[in-house]
């Protein structure tokens, strides 16, 4: 299961090899296209790339998706796709453009494929960010506790280290701490320095990763995790200012799934456990911030019965308060042909 936002009103989801785009004010999904059929999706990941000006592309009608995933036990691949919103006028025209919304390998300016990974390079359970002071660098965290640094502008791995860290490192939480920190440090006359950092939790570790483009170097320290969402992970999780909520999860240890709701605060480096939970344990499911619509869309996973589920729960932030999150849960979930709606508070 995979989900990306695009804008306030749109967001994709992502079903075994099916893609859908989901509008949230019409509360409606449109098919999208197909993986092709030779390509495996047990781990992978999809991100947004920057558009030709190197800024984020904020027009949801056209973007670049990337996918990418795969190990030496399944088959790599690395898609790209030139998407088009379905909702807009432009659609009714997709015979006019070239190899919109459908996956594409990955090329470089020779137009030679490209496949993101090496040999022994696992995927599954894989986490990647976009950054960078171009925002073309994509971030890679991944089983053997590696984070690689992929430069999307020449198509190379530019950097690999292994973390210390004792846990596996795969279905874990990534973010980025609020977005691209520049800092302005001049020393001696020299070039303002930029820096990006990225928040790692997977179980009872959690890590706050510096990267320094300058010098193609990180630096690493540790962060508290507490008692409660120590065993799990599997989670979904999004990043919110200076927050990070997690959903759920999974303890593989004693084969629980949970439903609560913990809350990690960058700014006070403290955590929170809230009294709200979800309607149901669930594990496996994604989470996407709706900026400026002040909610949270949650998707997919499964329950504590291993059942896959076809949920979409919206979670709208009424009240932020250093003690207590205050939300409504819009639960729906789907019958057959027959959509149903239920409450939680």
Same mark, same amino acid.
């Given at each position: 299961?995979c989900?990306?936002?695009t804008?306030? #009103?749109?967001?994709w989801?992502?079903c075994?090899?099916?893609?859908h785009f989901?509008h949230i004010?019409k509360?409606?999904?449109?098919?999208?296209?197909?993986?092709p059929?030779?390509?495996e999706?047990?781990g992978?990941?999809?991100?947004?790339l920057?558009?030709?000006?190197?800024?984020?592309?904020?027009?949801s #009608?056209q973007?670049t998706?990337?996918?990418f995933?795969?190990s030496?036990?399944?088959?790599r691949h690395?898609l790209?796709m030139?998407?088009?919103?379905v909702?807009?006028n432009?659609s009714?025209k997709?015979?006019e453009f070239d190899k919109y919304n459908?996956?594409?390998?990955l090329?470089?300016?020779n137009n030679?494929?490209?496949i993101?990974?090496?040999?022994?390079?696992d +995927?599954?359970?894989?986490?990647?960010l976009i950054g960078?002071s171009?925002?073309?660098?994509?971030?890679?965290?991944?089983?053997?506790?590696t984070? #690689?640094?992929?430069d999307?502008n020449?198509?190379q791995?530019i950097?690999h280290?292994?973390l210390?860290?004792?846990?596996e490192i795969?279905?874990h939480?990534?973010?980025?701490?609020?977005g691209q920190?520049?800092?302005m440090?001049?020393?001696n006359?020299e070039?303002?320095?930029?820096?990006?950092?990225?928040l790692?939790?997977c179980?009872?570790?959690?890590? #706050?990763i510096?990267?320094?483009e300058?010098?193609n170097?990180?630096?690493f320290?540790?962060l508290?995790?507490?008692?409660?969402t120590a065993?799990?992970?599997? +989670?979904?999780?999004v990043?919110?200012n200076?927050?990070?909520?997690?959903f759920?999860g999974?303890?593989n240890?004693?084969?629980v799934?949970s439903?609560?709701?913990?809350m990690?605060s960058?700014?006070?480096?403290k955590?929170?456990?809230f009294?709200n939970?979800?309607?149901?344990?669930l594990r496996?499911?994604?989470?996407?911030?709706?900026e400026?619509?002040?909610?949270?869309?949650?998707i997919?996973g499964s329950?504590d019965?291993?059942?896959?589920?076809?949920?979409h729960?919206k979670?709208?932030?009424?009240?932020?308060?250093p003690?207590?999150l205050?939300?409504i849960c819009l639960f729906?979930?789907f019958?057959?042909n027959t959509?149903?709606?239920?409450?939680?508070?």
């Amino acid at each position: 299961m995979c989900a990306i936002q695009t804008r306030t #009103s749109h967001l994709w989801r992502l079903c075994t090899k099916i893609l859908h785009f989901y509008h949230i004010l019409k509360n409606e999904y449109k098919f999208i296209c197909e993986y092709p059929s030779d390509v495996e999706l047990r781990g992978y990941c999809v991100v947004k790339l920057a558009d030709n000006n190197n800024n984020i592309n904020k027009d949801s #009608s056209q973007i670049t998706l990337l996918s990418f995933g795969g190990s030496k036990y399944t088959k790599r691949h690395t898609l790209v796709m030139k998407y088009v919103s379905v909702w807009s006028n432009i659609s009714n025209k997709l015979n006019e453009f070239d190899k919109y919304n459908q996956w594409t390998p990955l090329t470089d300016n020779n137009n030679h494929s490209i496949i993101i990974g090496r040999y022994n390079d696992d +995927y599954i359970g894989v986490r990647a960010l976009i950054g960078g002071s171009n925002n073309h660098l994509l971030f890679i965290t991944y089983r053997s506790n590696t984070i #690689s640094v992929f430069d999307l502008n020449t198509f190379q791995f530019i950097k690999h280290h292994t973390l210390s860290t004792k846990n596996e490192i795969c279905y874990h939480c990534l973010v980025s701490e609020n977005g691209q920190v520049q800092e302005m440090m001049k020393t001696n006359g020299e070039k303002n320095k930029q820096n990006y950092r990225v928040l790692l939790f997977c179980k009872n570790e959690g890590l #706050s990763i510096e990267y320094d483009e300058d010098n193609n170097a990180f630096q690493f320290h540790e962060l508290p995790v507490c008692d409660s969402t120590a065993p799990f992970y599997k +989670y979904a999780y999004v990043c919110i200012n200076d927050i990070v909520l997690f959903f759920g999860g999974w303890n593989n240890s004693n084969a629980v799934v949970s439903k609560s709701v913990h809350m990690y605060s960058i700014r006070e480096n403290k955590w929170m456990t809230f009294q709200n939970t979800l309607i149901s344990p669930l594990r496996d499911c994604v989470a996407v911030l709706i900026e400026g619509e002040n909610h949270i869309q949650i998707i997919g996973g499964s329950n504590d019965k291993r059942t896959l589920v076809s949920t979409h729960m919206k979670t709208k932030v009424r009240v932020w308060d250093p003690s207590q999150l205050v939300m409504i849960c819009l639960f729906i979930y789907f019958d057959e042909n027959t959509i149903k709606f239920g409450c939680a508070k």
